[in-house]
């Protein structure tokens, strides 16, 4: 008997998809045929605007984020030698003052700085409204700064009589994870509840303190604070 060809199923599976790949193939070259100009003209578009995002980066953004940072590093100087006036309204010479700094230098990472030292010359001035205002809009992720602007608010309440506003900054200054201020922050968050009468916040917070920063000045001081916390709480 001879002998018949006997095509398998998955033989015609495999011969099924193979012809359907080639049809797809054949539509999308038919399709690019077809369309190449518009194709062409899209991709050149897309290139032009690559193109220009990283020249508007090299030729705008890099030098004026270069003049911003050499601009800024005057200020900075003023600030250290504690001349916030000069720090904040310039010199009439080569600066011109973090309030304008902030206002030519817009959309710069050193702009967003010169308004956490524009809020702490109020600050250091007794200004404590303004420091406020402009600490409040600095959104710091360095784990040293951020923990420290946040503090600065809630020493500006205190200073302005209003302590039940400043003890959530506190608060939230020393929740700031490895943060080696925590146990500053701490500390006043308890004096903060204290001086409101809620002594049975303090203790909590001052024993908080104890058990998570022992080693440190304000733990291996709290202790008094605590008995105190402890006799005075209803």
Do not use: W
């Not at 193979?18 to 100009?37: D, H, M, P, Y």
Request: aromatic fraction near 10%; hydrophobic fraction near 40%; glycine fraction near 6%.
């Amino acid at each position: 008997m001879a002998n018949k060809n006997v095509v398998s199923k998955p033989e015609k599976k495999n011969e099924d998809l193979g012809n359907n790949v080639s049809e797809a193939l054949s539509r999308s070259e038919q399709f690019i045929e077809k369309n190449q100009n518009t194709l062409l003209i899209a991709l050149a578009a897309v290139l032009v605007v690559v193109a220009g995002i990283v020249l508007y980066n090299n030729k705008v953004v890099a030098p004026r984020n270069q003049a911003a940072a050499e601009q800024l590093f005057r200020g900075e100087s003023y600030f250290a030698a504690d001349s916030f006036a000069l720090a904040l309204s310039g010199d009439d010479v080569d600066f011109v003052g973090f309030e304008q700094f902030v206002n030519d230098y817009k959309h710069t990472k050193s702009a967003k700085l010169a308004k956490a030292y524009i809020g702490l010359c109020y600050m250091n001035q007794g200004e404590y409204d303004k420091a406020v205002k402009y600490l409040k809009q600095v959104k710091a992720k360095d784990i040293m700064v951020s923990p420290a602007l946040v503090g600065a608010v809630g020493d500006c309440y205190v200073e302005m009589g209003e302590t039940a506003k400043a003890v959530g900054y506190f608060e939230k200054a020393a929740k700031v994870h490895n943060n080696l201020l925590a146990p500053i922050y701490l500390m006043k968050a308890g004096l903060a509840y204290e001086s409101l009468g809620d002594y049975a916040a303090a203790l909590k917070v001052y024993q908080t303190l104890k058990k998570e920063y022992p080693l440190t000045q304000e733990g291996t001081e709290v202790d008094k604070y605590i008995e105190r916390a402890k006799l005075l709480k209803k």
